[in-house]
């Protein structure tokens, strides 16, 4: 029962194998195997987005998913959005429009927000709303959030380098 | 919570699938996108000995028109359903309801089929599998099997699918050009689960309504066809009298029971609420 | 606002005995860093996901895994513990039960001094008996956190059901079981007050208004559930790191229950995911690591899951008021009366016990109004249910909901608007200082101000109007607006705690400014952050007050090790107490800087202006030095001998006991929209005038208001933890316990008025609260506007919509 298996992920744009029990979390996996720490564990129910990654290009809860059943894949942490002396666009408008307080919900919102400006670059307030449904914030009540998100496709459309 | 120890096997085809369902029994479960049972997993709630993991077989992962159906193989995620022109075009009430199932991330994620065969009572998915005359397409080692969904969505999470089976596809009815269709939901805010719901379409022909077909989610332990609303609409001009007279008789036709998210007579209420606010919306240009 | 920082630069240095601008060696010259929105440093490296968490935390790789066994039930006889079975488990390295714990762990107990206290331990793993669903009755120790769950699902407990109690009307019933040995008849204490002209008041009234108001209970859900990480270093020492808000008293409390040197443990708070109040708490999980850690002689960690969160985190506000008020012809209040019951669940929570909410809501309810004739009883009773503690606002947003709800009331019963009502009976500000009837003195404050100033910006006028002209049914939608205006505890000082029975809570905080060798400036204060963004306030307040540059100041907190003690980080203390240490530090290292610099430069103190980081000779900018250079006197890294009497280094320490209670005040507004048809409520719009005196950082002070609007919004519309008749948790997961979504949240108006406390030093008051505070009773008295012609009676939270769809519908 505890056997492991093989996982073979990109992260990152790096290649990670390992070998993992089968009922070992995408998110312990990224945290605690491969020191991942930005990725966070807010509620194991699938519920609050503070383990959100890009799995495939798309967010996904890395609480609901078995490393072992996502082998092969690519997965996007917030580790990967800013490089060493800039921070992407949207991370620097959560920092000018003061949208993260305790920080730990913020690298959800942040892959979250990166999802939705891929795929709409220039989104009203209610997509943006609606968008961060995917995640819960217990300290900025969101509107900040929303403000961070609207500017930050603003300034990736106005052709910011992420 | 951490879930409890478990194998774990993923078959590239949909054979491999239905044979280690055959050498495992009940001792294993499918893992489509995880997003119902995963959940239930961290909290051992659900502690399935093996899990056979669909997701590489690529063969399960297709939405095809089929003579009047609409067929979603399982491993289709819900967001490609949900974007996919084919599902617009031909249902597009299923297209209409999946922007309120879960969230986006359990959407990238989360399967139509795998909602189907997890049948939670709030669930918008199993509604509209009944509104879309939906047939369950079953696999297993002795073959194939279609349940239409009225009998394949049992209780609670409770389905027919037997021992040995995986749902591998869904066919919906399409619908025709001219129909109209809505989804409406309650929810007490927050995330996650609406409080109840319907899923409603509908015909007219010179004015006069010709096929209503209407299910509603959170008035009892499944998903339930409201037949008699539905008469009350066929034959009449969709007015404010048969509208009436389709939520009076959706009301009269649940039986919900109350728990901590609504009391059993809101739910009540709020089904021909819904009935009506669907019919005014679906209507709408 | 907060626009021009030199005006509020004159407002802040009142109470301190401020010094003019420009007065050498004493003022700081060139402030300007307090009230301006000065970008935040905490977010670089949480935006990169650097943040450290307890759960980041590079744990030694010897560290062993913590994982409690919790009761199914809410009270039970526990008649045997079978661990046989999983301490067999491969990878499990110990199993302990209550009576093991309970060599190791003292029983734990708040300290309450009021008259009536029924004094009660708990065992920090239950022995015999289990009085909570959730109620740990044992812990598995392990080399994996997997591995330590596994152990829980093989612990064998063998327990005799009993009948529980959950509600506040059981508890007291004759034929009630008796929650807990030492509290007779449920009751832990009952306070009573009353003033003399109660009685003449409602003999002389024209009205009575009574009201019940009833409150669901909830819970924080900060997104970091708790945690924390034990490690032994030498001579049995323990670092202990925790995801808690109060390091000092944690440390203090960890000492005496475990009966080890408090000399020898270090608490460390790393960055903190949220708290709101409940990490403020000191729980059995931190009693039960440390000991084992001590005992095992290998770190140990415990990380919480939700579903334990959700159970075992304190809860709040499950409360019920009954309040009556005696009003004359014109709605002026002449005598109030309050009946307080509130549940205070299993077990008196440390540190502040389960009377917090009862002795605040008796004594904040008559907030900014003028009552003058006041009784109330003021009951905390147990039950079967979770412990009750802090969560942000404590009793404020019911006890505000309840003086609000009966201002909308006597405006229903005389005619009059809601607005006019209050304004009737608010204290004017040309009346403060005013000490209220419970001898609360509100020294500075802008209750009319606020008032007027959120009816402007929300086009009260316009929209009552329209009501008017329209109806309040347009649409299928009732529309509604909701006033509250209230006064916001902040800061409270030692005598303010006595006041509630809080002796062995200290109110004091420190701080300690070291100027470095290099002149870089290092600010130690005895808060620790969740959110708050300290690093940024902290150091614009030393910055000005030390006559630093902001950039080169650090703050450090978190850390027993580092700086003196203090009471920490709840109920809107840090900028006040914090603040205020911080100030008085600063002004000491800035005394001798300018001592220093005089005699290098042939000076006088008196003569030497300091700023920006450089002391000058007034009146002569070139006779001048920086502060990296008078530092390298005092650390003797240059040839200049230290002045006779000065010692070496400049490292000040000071300490700040804050009044009573430092008192802000805010009025809220609400605008909602509740669905004809299925009781949906929309918050169509959202004002707030805050006034918590001198602003530190706008920026960060908005981000408090809204996040407890948002906070305030999920507790009025949606949040309820719900137990059933046999105290069985209904809302176990986050599906079932609704928290506030981005679409559920609007966007809002907020302006500041600035009445500087004239009591605290700094004129700073606290706003961590304010935000949760108003949006309960402004959003409740919104919907019952909304629903005012229907005749119902809106008096409860949360107001979903199953039961604002039944009170239309049976209306």
Known sequence: MTDEYEVTVTVNGRNRASRVEARRLLADFLRHDLGLTGTHIGCEQGVCGACTVLLDGRTARSCLHFAVAVDGSDIRTVEDLADLDELHPIQEMFHQKHALQCGFCTPGFLLTAVELLESTPDPDEATIREALMNNVCRCTGYANIVDAVAEAAVQLRQGRQP | MKPAPFSFVAPESLDEVVEALARHGDDARILAGGQSLVPLMNLRLARPEVLVSINRCRELDYIAVSDDRLVVGALVRQIDAETDPLVAAECPLLAQALPYVGLPATRNRGTVCGSLAHCDPLAELPAVALALEAELVLTSAAGERRVPAHDFLVAEMTTSIDEGEVLSAVAFKRQDPSEQSALAEVSNGGHVFPVGGVALRWASEEGVCVMARIAAFGVGSVAQRLTDAEAALVGSDLGPAAIAAAVAAARSAVDPTGDIAADADYRRHLVGVLVERGLLEGAAP | ?811
């Not at chain 3, 996901?49 to 590079?58: A, C, E, I, S, T």
């Not at chain 3, 009761?71 to 488990?89: G, K, M, N, T, W």
């Not at chain 3, 201002?407 to 608007?417: F, N, T, V």
């Open chain 3, 1 to 811: 606002m907060s626009g021009d920082p030199q005006g509020a630069v004159g407002q802040g240095a009142v109470g301190q005995g401020a010094v003019a601008q420009g007065t050498v060696g004493q003022g700081a010259v060139g402030r300007g860093a307090v009230g301006q929105s000065v970008l935040r440093r905490e977010d670089d490296y949480l935006l990169r996901g650097q943040g450290r968490f307890v759960d980041d935390l590079p744990a030694p790789l010897n560290t062993l895994h913590l994982a409690f066994v919790l009761s199914p039930y809410a009270h039970a006889r526990i008649l045997s513990i079978d661990v046989s079975e999983a301490r067999a488990l491969d990878g499990v390295v110990d199993v302990l039960t209550g009576t093991d714990l309970a060599a190791m762990v003292k029983p734990i107990a708040a300290q309450i001094e009021l008259p009536g206290y029924s004094f009660n331990t708990r065992d920090v793993l239950a022995i015999d008996e289990v009085r909570f669903a959730g109620e740990a009755v044992a812990v598995v120790v392990a080399e994996s956190a997997y591995l330590a769950e596994d152990g829980v699902e093989l612990v064998d407990v063998d327990y005799e059901p009993l009948p529980a109690l959950t509600e506040i009307g059981e508890a007291t019933d004759p034929d009630a079981p008796q929650v807990n040995p030492t509290v007779p008849g449920n009751v832990y204490y009952e306070g009573r007050f009353a003033t003399e002209g109660v009685d003449a008041g409602f003999e002389a009234a024209a009205h009575v208004i009574s009201e019940d108001f009833h409150s669901s209970r909830v819970t924080a859900v900060p997104i970091e559930p708790r945690g924390c990480l034990a490690v032994p270093e030498h001579a049995g020492n323990l670092v202990f790191y925790s995801s808690t808000q109060i390091h000092h008293l944690l440390r203090t409390a960890l000492a005496e229950f475990l009966d080890v040197a408090e000399s020898t443990l270090r608490v460390v708070v790393p960055d903190v995911g949220g708290g709101f109040g409940i990490k403020a708490a000191l729980y059995p999980e931190e009693f039960v690591c440390a000991a084992l850690a001590l005992r095992l002689r290998r770190p140990v960690k415990w990380i919480q899951d939700r579903y334990e969160a959700l159970l075992t985190d304190v809860h709040a506000r499950d409360n019920h008021y009954r309040v009556q008020a005696a009003v004359d012809d014109d709605g002026i209040v002449l005598a109030l009366k309050a009946e307080i019951r509130t549940n205070g669940g299993a077990y008196s929570a440390l540190p502040f016990g389960c009377t917090l909410e009862t002795t605040g809501g008796a004594r904040m309810i008559v907030g900014p109004y003028r009552i003058t004739e006041y009784t109330y009883t003021a009951t905390a009773v147990a039950t079967h249910t979770a412990p009750v503690l802090a969560y942000r606002g404590v009793a404020q947003p019911v006890c505000f909901m309840a003086i609000e709800g009966i201002m909308d009331r006597i405006a229903r019963r005389l005619e009059l608007d809601p607005a006019e009502v209050r304004l009737r009976n608010m204290v004017p500000t040309a009346e403060l200082p005013w000490t209220n009837i419970v001898g609360v003195r509100y020294d500075t404050g802008s209750f009319v101000e606020s008032l007027e100033q959120a009816m402007e910006m929300a086009n009260y006028d316009e929209f009552r109007a329209r009501q008017e002209a329209q109806g309040r049914l347009v649409d299928g939608k009732y529309r509604g607006i909701g006033i509250c205006t209230f006064t916001e505890v902040s800061g409270t000082g030692a005598p303010g705690w006595r006041a509630r029975g809080l002796t062995r809570l200290p109110g004091f905080d420190s701080g300690t400014i070291k100027v470095e060798p290099t002149g870089k400036v290092t600010a130690f204060v005895s808060h620790a952050h969740s959110g708050q963004g300290h690093f940024t306030t902290f150091a614009q307040v030393v910055a000005d007050e030390l006559g630093a540059r902001l950039e080169d100041v650090t703050v450090v907190e978190g850390d027993t090790a580092a700086g003196p003690y203090g009471t920490n980080t709840f109920a809107s203390r840090s900028a006040v107490t914090g603040g205020g240490a911080l100030i008085r530090a600063s002004e000491k290292a800035r005394l001798k800087l300018a001592r220093l610099a005089a005699a290098m430069l042939e000076s006088t103190p008196e003569d030497i202006v300091v700023a920006g980081g450089q002391l000058h000779v007034a009146g002569v900018p070139s006779r001048a030095l920086s502060f990296g250079e008078v530092a390298e006197t005092a650390y003797a890294m240059n040839t200049f001998d230290l002045p006779e009497g000065e010692s070496f280094g400049i490292e000040e320490t000071d300490f700040y006991d804050p009044p009573l209670v430092t008192m802000a005040n805010a009025t809220h507004i609400a605008q909602v929209a509740v669905d004809a048809g299925d009781g949906t409520v929309d918050i169509e719009g959202y004002t707030v005038v805050h006034d918590c005196g001198r602003v530190i950082n706008p920026m960060i002070v908005d981000g408090q208001v809204m996040g407890g609007v948002a906070q305030g919004i999920g507790e009025a519309l949606m949040e309820e933890f719900v137990y059933d008749a046999d105290g069985q948790v209904r809302t176990a997961t986050l599906a079932d316990y609704l928290l506030p979504s981005s679409v559920d949240v609007p966007n809002f108006q907020i302006a500041h008025i600035e009445s500087p406390s004239i009591d605290a030093v700094g004129g700073f008051k606290g706003v961590g609260e304010g935000g949760l505070i108003g949006a309960v009773p402004s959003i409740v008295n919104a919907v019952a506007d909304a629903l005012f012609d229907l005749g119902v009676n809106v008096n409860t939270k949360p107001l979903r919509p199953a039961l604002l769809s039944r009170l239309i519908r049976e209306a």
